[in-house]
C-alpha cells in the first residue's frame, strides 16, 4: 500500500492569510484527491488532481480559493486562501490504488484551525 | 449523481454484542464500496472494500460486509464488538479510476461495557 505523507499536521492561522498544504506520496499515482472534514463533519471532495493538467473542482469549491498543484506523480500541493474561520476543518489527501490492492488510500490529514 | 445514506447517527452497543452498520447508496453503475473507521484524532483507515465478485467481503479487525444489489445496500458487520471499536465509520463509494469518494455523514459507535 501507498504511505502519504502530509504536513504540516496542523496549524493555527489568521484570517485572511493562505496556507499551504503538502502531500508526498512513496509511490507514483495517477489521481491525487483533496477532501474537507469540517468539525463534526464527513468528509466532502474538494477537487482531484491529474499530473499534467488543471484540477477538476466539485461543486461549491473554487480555484481561486482552493488552488492545487500537481507537478508530478508523487506530489500535490493544496492551498486554501484568504481563511476565514469557516475554513478551519481537516483537509485530507487521498490517492487512488489500482483495484485490487488497498483502493483510496488517505493521508493522516492537516487540522487547521483559523482565528 | 452517488450518494450515500447513513441512516443511523449514533449506536450504542454493549461490548461482546453484534453490530450491524448500515448503509445505503445511490449510483448509476456497479459501484466500488468502502467501509473507514476514524477514531478520535486519527486518521481515516480502510476496513474493507467491493470492487466485484464475492458478495460478501472481509476486512480487518473482524469486519465483514455484505453487498446486496437489489437492496443498494453495503452493510457492516462484526459479531462480537471490542471496547476499542469505539470510534466513527463512514461507508463510501466510487466509480474508480478519476471519480473520488462519496461518504456518507457517518455512524458514532458508542462501546458500552
Known amino acids: 500500500s501507498a504511505v502519504i505523507s502530509q504536513k504540516p499536521s496542523r496549524d493555527i492561522c489568521q484570517r485572511g492569510t493562505s496556507l499551504t498544504i503538502q502531500c508526498q506520496v512513496d509511490?507514483?499515482?495517477?489521481?491525487m484527491f483533496w477532501y474537507r472534514q469540517q468539525p463534526g463533519q464527513s468528509l466532502t471532495l474538494i477537487a482531484t488532481?491529474?499530473?499534467?493538467?488543471?484540477?477538476?473542482?466539485e461543486s461549491g469549491f473554487v480555484i481561486d480559493k482552493f488552488p492545487i498543484s500537481r507537478p508530478n506523480l508523487t506530489f500535490s500541493t493544496l492551498t486554501v486562501s484568504n481563511m476565514s474561520p469557516e475554513d478551519s476543518s481537516i483537509y485530507l489527501c487521498?490517492?487512488?490504488?489500482?483495484?485490487?490492492?488497498?483502493?483510496?488510500?488517505f493521508g493522516s490529514g492537516t487540522r487547521l484551525t483559523v482565528v | 449523481a452517488q450518494s450515500v445514506t447513513q441512516p443511523d447517527i449514533h449506536i450504542t452497543v454493549s461490548e461482546g454484542a453484534s453490530l450491524e452498520l448500515r448503509c445505503n447508496y445511490s449510483?448509476?453503475?456497479?459501484?466500488?464500496l468502502f467501509w473507514y473507521v476514524q477514531s478520535p484524532g486519527q486518521g481515516l483507515q480502510l476496513l474493507l472494500k467491493?470492487?466485484?465478485?464475492?458478495?460478501l467481503v472481509q476486512g480487518i479487525k473482524g469486519f465483514e460486509a455484505e453487498f446486496k444489489r437489489s437492496q443498494s445496500s453495503f452493510n457492516l458487520r462484526k459479531p462480537s464488538v471490542h471496547w476499542s471499536d469505539a470510534a466513527e465509520y463512514f461507508c463510501?463509494?466510487?466509480?474508480?479510476?478519476?471519480?473520488?469518494?462519496?461518504f456518507g455523514k457517518g455512524t458514532h459507535l458508542i462501546i458500552q461495557p
Open positions: 487521498s490517492v487512488d490504488l489500482p483495484p485490487g490492492t488497498d483502493g483510496y488510500t
Open positions: 509511490s507514483q499515482v495517477t489521481m
Open positions: 488532481a491529474n499530473q499534467g493538467s488543471e484540477a477538476t473542482y
Open positions: 449510483y448509476g453503475a456497479t459501484p466500488y
Open positions: 467491493y470492487f466485484s465478485g464475492d458478495t
Open positions: 463510501a463509494v466510487s466509480g474508480g479510476g478519476a471519480d473520488g469518494l462519496t
